[in-house]
């Protein structure tokens, strides 16, 4: 039983590393796409923007949600469609949502792994860097270009997205505002992230961030999400504010969209 498992979690995750593993058929909104050439990720990178529905009829600057998984066949009509429905709930303000679709996706969303383990599952990797460069050096000057935004912004991701999402929020947190991170892959490089959280943040900015985090049923991810969530309690730096939302009674392939208005509305709310 143990060897099926096994098994099933490996193919998982190699397909989690190319491309999203589960397919959904939400309604595609209304949005606009741009293509950018970068020179970080050295390829031509499709975002696809989505505004809220008073944008054209106001003067207003909104603050910006960036996500990895952002293509048309991904994440990105499903977020746009909540924050729609949030929106017209006046569950939360109204703010652009920028969706970067995937290429390569265990290269960009992964940093460095020293772990032999690690390699099986996505062969190509170390590419966060550069992909975190694409979006703070290329892709944020030119949504700031394009639309009216404020100086506030945020990232979301799930998986390896998550993981991404955590590794920007640890090491590079000047990056965003705030981060949603759901059922993050904190497993990687023999869970560095979550092993060396409290030096991690020892050295945050003076700086108000917030976080948004969420662990399922998957043992080799709720165990270190968890453990953050340990390390939080007693070294989280004063200007932090965070939330840890556990949910053993979700899997890894439904967390997202089992948590994703909670985390929204938590997050997005002042």
């Known amino acids: 039983m143990k060897k099926i498992l096994f098994f099933l979690l490996i193919v998982i995750l190699i397909i989690s590393c190319k491309v999203k593993g589960v397919v959904y058929n939400d309604p595609i909104p209304q949005h606009d796409s741009l293509t950018i050439l970068s020179k970080f990720v050295n390829e031509e990178r499709v975002i696809n923007i989505w505004t809220p529905p008073n944008y054209n009829n106001s003067t207003d600057s909104f603050p910006v ?32 949502l ?17 772990a032999e383990y690690d390699k099986q599952f996505c062969p190509v990797t170390d590419g966060a860097k550069n992909f975190r460069a694409f979006i703070s050096e290329e892709l944020i000057p030119e ?22 999402v955590m590794e920007t929020f640890f090491t590079k947190p000047n990056t965003f505002d705030f981060y949603i991170a759901m059922d993050p892959s904190l497993w990687w490089n023999n869970h560095y992230l979550a092993k060396n959280a409290d030096s991690l943040l020892s050295k ?21 999400t968890k453990s953050v969530e340990k390390t ?5 730096p004063p200007k932090l504010t965070w ?9 890894h392939n439904t967390i997202f969209r089992a948590t994703k208005e909670n985390a929204l509305i938590w997050t ?3």
Not at 66 to 94: C, Q, R, V
Not at 98 to 114: A, Y
Not at 143 to 164: C, D, P, V
Not at 243 to 251: G, H, I, V
């Open 65 to 96: 949600l960036y996500m990895p998984d952002g293509g048309i066949k991904e994440d990105f009509p499903h977020i746009a469609n909540t924050l729609n429905k949030l929106l017209s709930e006046s569950k939360i303000p109204p703010m652009v």
């Open 98 to 114: 920028v969706g970067i679709e995937n290429t390569e996706r265990g290269r960009d969303l992964t940093g460095f792994s020293e």
């Open 243 to 251: 939330k840890y939302s556990d949910k053993p009674n979700e899997k």
């Open 232 to 236: 939080l309690k007693t070294s989280a």
């Open 143 to 164: 949504i700031n270009r394009k639309y009216r935004t404020n100086s506030r912004k945020g990232i979301i991701g799930e998986s390896l997205a998550g993981l991404f």
């Open 204 to 224: 945050f900015p003076d700086k108000n961030l917030k976080l948004w985090f969420t662990g399922s049923s998957a043992e080799d991810i709720s165990k270190f």
């Open 268 to 270: 997005l709310t002042e």
